[in-house]
């Protein structure tokens, strides 16, 4: 019977994500591909990995989603030339389905598992959640240089802006109408999606949940306030969202040498303070995930007046 | 036999996107074959680290980072499509361009 | 028993309006009609499932929160529906 469920989702999957790949029109494959974050969304969920299926329906299928068909908006009012011309095709195709049968081979050649070890050193970490105390503990290497990453995408992201743009407020300009329909669900939403985000942060110590959850529906919420107009769009010179940015990785960084100081081993947390060491490099890594993945989705500064 | 599926799913999803990295000039739709070939692996890793009963958490937490970069790197992308598209009015890399 | 039955019942008293709401997507020929059939059947739908969902629970806090998803996505569905219709307008008319 879960057999027939799961033959049944990546058949699902496999189609959608053939739609996205070779259907017709890049806003019908934008779209396709949404509908593929979420259907693998539920295959993460089926896998019995909540936390990954949360990260993949809010990033993976919501922000991935956003930035695509704003791209897409964004190339239209361009007027660049979107014609496909489709050439030919029968190497690529040979390379992929090679890549896919060799890995499909591997899947049978793999050696036999190990049994995991997380779990008899959890009560040290100071958290209940096994992947929070991985991303914050055990590896938290790996956690502080992806915070590091974000932001090297992000000014990556705003060197595309031309010279004389650079102080211009970020991203386009959203239209709403004042007392238009985004208007009011650009009040509505907030109240009920910061509650959401900084709960998923709190939860995320001990059942499903975490920074990089609950900063992206932080950050949903963000770009809603943004399109309805309620917030105005930062420049790239305001010392506050500086400031937001680097908080996360900063005080990752200061509680890693904090623990040198004392003598221990970079980024290692003693038990006695690990909870309360988490929690707050959580809420300031939230702080800035947020802000860093609104600022990536709507991307660098614009002419405030095109077509002037 | 579950996990084999979705295993198998993973790696045909990688083939997929390799193919579309390959043929398909628009580059918006590269920016969606390359997340497609990355949502594949992780798919093919997660159920390569569930094989011991659940998921364990080391590649979960991986798959999570995996996820959040994969984000960064399609937003760099796709701003570089959207720059070049301004300067060049096309969508398309010069060298693939077929309308002289 | 009868709370399993409840569940089947409702559940596919969702699943018929899921598949309507399909129907009516793919088969009504603008975007208007198409919005009307997706978001009125999906939603009833959603409510059926949900309900059918919450026969299930083990707790109060788990009927709570099905209800705020189904709230939510009814508020978003409602909401998104009115943009889309409105952009379509608005090409229809640059159209003209």
Partial sequence: MTLALDLALCALILGVALAAVAGAGVFRAVIFFITYGLFVAIGWARLGAYDVALAEAAIGAGLTGVLLLAAHGRLRRMQADTTERRSPTLSAALAGGAIALALGWAWFALPAPQPPDVAQALPQTGVGNPVTAVLLNFRAWDTLLESIVLLAALLGVWMLARDADWNAPLGPRYHARPDGVLAYFGRFLPPIGLSFGVYLVWAGAESVGGAFQGGTVLAGVVLVAMMAQLLRPPRVSQAMLRAALVLGPGVFLLSGLAAVGLGREFLSLSPAIAKSAILIIEAALTISIAVTLALLVIGPAEDPEPGR | MNLTVFALTGAALVGLGVYGLLALPHLLRRVIAFNLTGSGLFLFFGAAGARVGVLDAIPQALIITGIVVALSASALAVGLVVALARSSGKVVLPDEDPSP | ?96
Avoid: C
Avoid at chain 3, 56 to 80: D, F, H, M, P, R
Avoid at chain 3, 81 to 92: E, P
């Fill in chain 3, 1 to 96: 028993m009868i709370f399993d039955l409840a569940t089947y019942v409702l559940t596919a008293l969702g699943l018929v309006f899921f598949t309507a709401g399909t129907v009516g997507l793919i088969r009504f020929p603008d975007t208007f009609s198409r919005l009307h059939a997706l978001t009125k059947a999906d939603n009833l739908g959603l409510g059926f499932i949900a309900l059918g969902v919450a026969f299930q629970v083990e707790s109060l806090a788990q009927i709570a929160t099905l209800a705020l998803i189904w709230a939510l996505a009814l508020l978003a569905a409602g909401t998104v529906a009115q943009l889309v219709a409105r952009a379509a307008l608005t090409t229809s008319q640059e159209d003209e």
